[in-house]
Every structure is written in C-alpha cells, then in structure tokens.
C-alpha cells in the first residue's frame, strides 16, 4: 500500500510540475480514498463494518468529485483543469517564486505530505480490520454511518450555498448589472451567516466520525488511527487561514464578517 501511495505522490508532482497546474493533488483528493478503503477491505475479506465505512466513503467521494468538477478541476487532458487559486497566490509570495523552492514545496508539502495525510485519514479502517468488531454492524455504527451521511449532506448544502452565490455574482459583473447584495463579494447567508467555513467544518467531521468507526470495534476511545483526523483538522485551520487572508485583501467587509462570525463552530465566540 505504501508503494501505491508513494506512486501517487510521484504521479501528483512529475504531472504538476509538466503541466504547471499544482492541483494535480486536489483532483485525486476525493478519489484515492475510495480506492484506499475498498483495497484495505478486500483484503481483509469484505467484513460488514469494513464494507460500511468503504460505501460511506463512497459517498463522500463521489459528493467531492462533483462539486470539484463542476468548478471546472477536471478536463479530458487529465493534467488540465482549473487550479486552486491558492498556489496561484502563493507562488508570487517572497521565497516562493524561486522556482527551485517551489518545486521543493510541491514535492514534499502539496503532494507528499498532503497524498500522506489522504492516507492517514482512511487508516481507521485498517484499525478495523481484524477485530471480532469487524464482522458486526453495531447500532453504534449505524449511528455513525447516520451522522457522517448528514455531513457530507450539510457540506453539499454548504458548496451549493457558495456555488450559487458566485455564479450569480460573476453572471451580474459580465451582463453590467448592479451587484446589490453581491457587492461585498463573498456569501454570508445560510450556512455561512453561522460559521465562515461550513464546509471545512463538515469536511473535518466527517474524518472525525469515521475514526469513531474504530473505537467501535476496538473498545479503545483512543488509538493510533486518529493522526490523520487530527493532522487534517490542523490543515484546515492553517488553509481557511490563508484563504481568509487572501479574501481580506480583496473584500474589506470580510473583516466584520470575521469578527462577528466563527471559523468552524456555529454560536462560538472562540476558535475565529
């Protein structure tokens, strides 16, 4: 598995670097997974609980796929797409634009150490694996199955929030309309009048609730499988940290809305 792994990180950088598009790792983001959880449950021989978490991953996989499609990510040139505006932004940053300090950046941060946090994050389900807990579906289980679905649909809500207000907000610029209530630039209504990233939030727990998939067969609230959920939650907050830095700059009212908004958990005046 290691080897698959590291197979994509060389895959991620050799394309990123040819074709210039950085995102090569956020267009397999929502894809490896998939394969990861369905190889490790395959080998272990299909249990109940094992086949449970890989369809529930299925979910999320096929849910992020979509929406990052729809932004246009993927093209029939499987190197081209449209790539993150992050790297974008960043490569003009001081110390970034040295080419050869880029490409040390895209091999060991972009895609080494993202494609490994990826598999990190699936590794609950090889905590499974083996346990008398693996061949019972638990209504503990179901329980969390229930809440990870109700994640990944709240995220769906989230993006589709996000999506509608964009499309609505360039669609205005390029006719020559007033902008109205799109004038301040960025959505701040549904999801997003209760915490300045909805979907990060989801994102994050849904990782958060598959680790529980294995405190349920092991009986150990606390394993080794939970470094990818833990890491991820750090990305998060390091990434919405930049993003929201780069938004600042180009929207002047994203600083009220930071203050009187929080980050990841609605109703709380901690964690902005």
């Not at 998939?34 to 272990?44: D, E, G, K, V």
């Not at 609950?124 to 638990?138: E, F, K, Q, S």
Request: with cysteine; net charge positive.
């Amino acid at each position: 598995m290691m080897l698959i792994v590291l197979g994509v990180i060389l895959y991620s950088f050799i394309v990123g670097q040819l074709s210039g598009n950085n995102s090569q790792t956020d267009k397999l983001w929502s894809l490896v997974p998939i394969y990861y959880t369905w190889h490790m449950t395959y080998f272990a021989g299909m249990p109940e609980k094992m086949v449970l978490m890989s369809v529930l991953v299925t979910i999320w996989g096929a849910r992020l796929t979509y929406n990052f499609g729809r932004r246009g990510g993927y093209s029939w040139k499987f190197w081209a797409g449209e790539e993150d505006y992050r790297w974008e932004v960043l490569r003009k940053k001081p110390g970034f634009s040295n080419p050869w300090v880029w490409r040390v950046f895209d091999l060991f941060f972009i895609c080494g150490y993202q494609h490994t946090l990826i598999f990190l994050f699936t590794l609950p389900i090889l905590a499974v694996a083996g346990t008398p807990g693996a061949d019972v579906i638990t209504s503990a289980d179901y329980l969390l199955g229930s809440l990870m679905v109700a994640c990944v649909v709240l995220e769906f809500i989230a993006d589709q929030q996000q999506y509608n207000f964009q499309t609505e907000k360039y669609r205005r610029k390029n006719a020559g309309e007033e902008l109205g209530e799109y004038a301040h630039g960025f959505v701040r209504t549904g999801l997003w009048k209760y915490m300045r990233h909805p979907n990060y939030a989801m994102e994050q727990s849904v990782w958060l609730i598959f680790y529980f998939f294995s405190v349920s067969a092991t009986g150990e609230w606390l394993n080794w499988s939970i470094t990818g959920a833990l890491l991820l939650v750090i990305l998060f907050k390091s990434s919405s940290d930049f993003s929201e830095a780069v938004t600042a700059e180009k929207y002047p009212e994203y600083a009220i809305y930071q203050r009187t908004t929080p980050r990841f958990v609605p109703f709380s005046k901690r964690y902005k």
